[in-house]
C-alpha cells in the first residue's frame, strides 16, 4: 500500500462520523472475481468415534458403501468463535448429505459463550461427532471433552471419518483461529491449547497412514492466515489440493451451504470444488459487507516443490552477499502487501505476499529480475484458483514469514524442519543488518534533534535532514504524534503514518499530520483511540489499524488480562466506511474474529512515553465502552487550538537502528 499523499487526505473523514457505513454491496462486488490459472495412531482418552448408525430419522437415504465424496471438518470451536462454528454448522445442514457425499464434522464446543439451541443443533459442551444426514438434520449423540489441540485428536478424527464414510476423495477442513506457521486454535478448556503446524502434520500423517489413504484431496483451512509457503511446504506430502487464505478472515468465514453443489454433482473434481468454495466465500463476504480485504487461494501442493526451487534460486545471492543485497530485500519487504498487520508489532504476524515480494525484489534489484519472474510464475502455475478484494490485488496466493527487524524475529521459525532456505535467508539479512557501520547507520543531521516544521492549511508539516553516509541503507520514515500529559510529562501517542524520503540526494524527510484525533464512543462515552493510517492511491482507500483492548462480563473482578483486540477499518476517499472487522488476537499469537458480548467493554488504548523513554499501551478510560460493536461510532475530530502538541519524524534503516527529531509546540487558532 502507498504512504498518504501530501494534500490532507484526512480532512474529508474529519467532517463526518465513520460510524454510519453507507457502502454499496453491488459496486464493490463487481471488484471481486475468481481467478484460475492454468504403526496405528492411538486414540486419546474418551474419544468421540464418528458415528456409523444412520444419521436421518426421515427414512430417506443416507450415506453408505463407497461414496464420491467425504468432506471432513475439524471444527475447533471451544472459544469465542462458537457462535460463528455454529453458524456454519448450520449452512452444512443446509447443503445436506447424500449416498455420494457425506459431509461429517467434530465439533468442540465451550460452556459459556453460546449455551442455546440453534435450529437442528442442540447445546453442548463437550466434543460431539456430527453427521448431516440428507433431510438436513444432523445427528449428534452425547460425547466427551476432548483437546481439539492434539494431533492424535486429529489423527483419530480422520480415521474414524474414512472407516465410517469411505469415498473415492476426501476433504478434510480445520477451522478455528489462524496464526500461519504457528498453527491454529485455541481450545479453551485444555489449557488453551493449539495445533501447531508440527502436530497438524503429525495429525494428518497418522490419521492418513492408518485410514489406508495416501493423500488427502483437498486440505482446507477455514482460519485466518494460514495461505503461507511454510504451511503449504509442510503439509504438501499429505494432499493433492489446499484451499486457504493469506489474510485475516471475517468470523462468518466460508459458505458451507455450497457444498449442496457436489452434493447435486457428486462427479465434481478438486479444481471446481475448490473454485466454488472461493465463490461461496467471496459472496457470502460481499453479502457482509466486509469483503475489501479477503483472500482464498487453492494451492496445487504438486507445484510446491517447483516454488521452493525457484525461491532458492532468488535466495542464491541473499545467501552469498547479505551486506550487498540487504538493503533491497528489506525496500522490497516495505513496499509488498503484508496481512494481519498491527501497531503493536509484538503482535503482528509478520507475514508478506511471497508474489508481491519477488516482484518488488526484482523491481529493486536487476540480480533478481529473472529469478523472481521465476518464483512468480512458479506461484501462478500452484495458485490454480483464488479471490482478493480492491485492498488485496497485489495477493499472489501464498505468504512468507518476513519480521523487517531481528527483534521482531520468532527463534521457533528456525525449527520448522520442511522449511528449508528462507531461515538461512533471514538469518543472513538480520546479520548483515547488524553490520552496518556506526557512521552509516540511519541517522539525522541535526544534532540538537529538534525538526524543522511549520503549520499550514494541511496541518503540521515536519521535516528534516539525515545524513548521508546512510544513504542506501534507510528504508522508510514515518511521523508519530502526540499530546503531552502535563501530569508527568509523559507523550500520549494518539496515532502514526509513513512519512516520506527523498530520493534526490537531498537527504529530505518529511511527512504532514492533518492534526485530527480518532474518537470512539458508545453513545453514552467517549474516548480516544489510537490510529495506524495508511492510503492506497491506487484503489482510493484509507486503511485504518486501531488497537483495543476487550473484557468480557465475566472477567469484570478477575485478575485476567485485556484480550488485544485490532479494528480495521477501511474507508474511501469520500468517507465511507466500506469495511469494519474487530480482530481478536490470542495469547499463542492466534486470529479470529471477535465475538463480543454486549455487556462486555471495549477501551481504546494509546502509546504512553515516559520522560525515561519507557513506553507502554494505556487506556485513558476508567469506565470502557459498552462492547455493542454495532453502535459504535467513529469520528476524527480537529484538535482543539492551544492544544499541546508533540510530532516525532523517524527514520530507520534495515538493520533496526533508528534516529528521529521532534517538535513540540501549541496548536495555533
Not at 646 to 668: C, K, Q, R, T
Request: aromatic share 8%.
Amino acid at each position: 500500500m502507498s504512504m498518504r499523499p501530501t494534500l490532507h487526505t484526512l480532512a474529508v473523514l474529519a467532517l463526518l462520523c465513520l460510524g454510519c457505513t453507507e457502502a454499496t454491496v453491488d459496486d464493490r462486488a463487481t471488484d471481486l472475481s475468481v481467478q484460475a490459472s492454468d504403526a496405528e495412531p492411538t486414540s486419546p482418552t474418551g474419544a468421540v468415534p464418528v458415528q456409523t448408525t444412520p444419521a436421518s430419522t426421515g427414512g430417506t437415504d443416507e450415506p453408505s458403501g463407497r461414496a464420491e465424496w467425504t468432506v471432513m471438518v475439524y471444527v475447533i470451536g471451544d472459544n469465542d468463535l462458537e457462535s460463528f462454528a455454529v453458524e456454519d454448522l448450520l449452512e452444512m445442514s443446509a447443503a445436506g448429505s447424500s449416498d455420494d457425499v457425506n459431509i461429517v464434522a467434530l465439533v468442540d464446543r465451550h460452556p459459556a459463550y453460546l449455551d442455546t439451541a440453534t435450529g437442528p443443533i442442540e447445546d453442548f459442551e463437550d466434543a460431539r461427532s456430527m453427521i448431516v444426514g440428507s433431510d438436513g438434520s444432523i445427528s449428534a449423540p452425547a460425547g466427551t471433552e476432548l483437546n481439539m489441540g492434539r494431533a492424535d485428536t486429529l489423527a483419530t478424527f480422520i480415521t474414524d471419518s474414512a472407516a465410517a464414510h469411505p469415498a473415492a476423495r476426501y476433504a478434510l477442513i480445520l477451522w478455528d483461529h489462524g496464526a500461519g506457521w504457528v498453527g491454529m486454535g485455541p481450545d479453551e478448556t485444555d489449557g488453551g491449547d493449539i495445533l501447531d503446524l508440527a502436530e497438524i502434520d503429525e495429525g494428518l500423517a497418522q490419521g492418513l497412514r492408518a485410514a489406508g489413504i495416501d493423500q488427502l484431496d483437498l486440505l482446507g483451512f477455514d482460519a485466518c492466515l494460514m495461505a503461507t509457503f511454510e504451511v503449504a511446504t509442510t503439509l504438501a506430502e499429505h494432499a493433492r489440493y489446499m484451499l486457504a487464505s493469506e489474510e485475516l478472515e471475517p468470523g462468518h468465514g466460508w459458505d458451507y451451504e455450497v457444498l449442496g453443489a457436489i452434493v447435486q454433482h457428486p462427479d465434481t473434481e478438486v479444481p471446481e470444488l475448490g473454485s466454488i468454495l472461493i465463490e461461496g466465500y467471496r459472496t457470502q463476504a460481499a453479502e457482509n459487507e466486509d469483503d475489501e480485504e479477503i483472500t482464498l487461494s487453492l494451492i496445487d501442493l504438486a507445484r510446491m516443490d517447483e516454488v521452493s526451487a525457484s525461491l532458492t534460486d532468488m535466495a542464491a545471492p541473499l545467501l552469498a552477499e547479505p551486506n550487498r543485497y540487504a538493503a533491497a530485500l528489506a525496500q522490497a519487504r516495505r513496499e509488498s502487501l503484508a496481512f494481519g498487520s498491527n501497531p503493536d508489532p509484538e503482535l503482528d504476524p509478520q507475514l508478506v505476499d511471497l508474489g508481491s515480494l519477488a516482484v518488488n525484489l526484482g523491481a529493486a534489484d536487476a540480480t533478481f529480475t529473472t529469478s523472481a519472474d521465476a518464483v512468480v510464475a512458479a506461484l501462478n502455475s500452484a495458485v490454480v484458483a483464488r479471490v482478493d478484494g480492491p485492498a488485496t490485488r497485489s495477493a499472489t496466493g501464498l505468504s512468507i514469514y518476513f519480521p523487517l527487524f531481528e527483534r521482531h524475529f520468532s527463534q521457533g521459525y528456525l525449527y520448522l524442519p520442511d522449511v528449508r532456505t528462507w531461515p538461512d535467508v533471514l538469518t543472513a539479512y538480520y546479520g548483515a543488518g547488524a553490520a552496518i557501520p556506526v557512521d552509516e547507520q540511519a541517522s539525522f543531521v541535526d544534532a540538537t534533534d529538534d525538526a524543522e516544521y511549520f503549520f499550514d492549511e494541511d496541518g503540521l508539516n515536519i521535516y528534516g535532514y539525515f545524513d548521508l553516509a546512510a544513504t542506501g541503507n534507510i528504508i522508510g520514515a514515518e511521523i508519530r504524534y502526540g499530546v503531552l500529559d502535563e501530569t508527568d510529562n509523559s507523550i500520549i501517542f494518539i496515532g502514526e503514518e509513513p512519512g516520506e524520503v527523498a530520493t534526490d540526494g537531498s537527504g529530505l524527510v518529511a511527512a504532514i499530520y492533518d492534526l485530527t484525533v480518532l474518537t470512539i464512543s458508545d453513545g453514552v462515552d467517549t474516548d480516544y483511540a489510537y490510529l495506524d493510517l495508511e492510503v492506497d492511491l491506487g484503489s482510493e482507500l484509507l486503511f485504518i489499524d486501531v488497537p483495543l483492548w476487550y473484557v468480557p462480563p465475566q472477567e469484570f473482578d478477575t485478575d485476567d488480562p485485556f484480550h488485544d483486540v485490532l479494528l480495521s477499518l477501511i474507508v474511501d476517499f469520500e468517507g465511507t466506511i466500506v469495511s469494519e472487522v474487530y480482530y481478536e488476537i490470542g495469547d499463542d499469537g492466534t486470529f479470529g474474529e471477535l465475538d463480543a458480548d454486549p455487556d462486555g467493554l471495549i477501551y481504546p488504548i494509546v502509546l504512553n512515553e515516559y520522560p525515561d523513554g519507557s513506553t507502554e499501551w494505556i487506556t485513558l478510560s476508567e469506565q470502557g465502552l459498552w462492547a455493542n460493536l454495532a453502535d459504535l461510532q467513529y469520528e476524527l475530530l480537529a484538535l482543539p487550538a492551544g492544544t499541546g502538541l508533540h510530532a516525532e519524524l523517524v527514520i530507520f534503516d534495515y538493520g533496526g537502528n533508528v534516529d528521529s527529531v521532534a517538535m513540540f509546540d501549541l496548536i495555533p487558532d
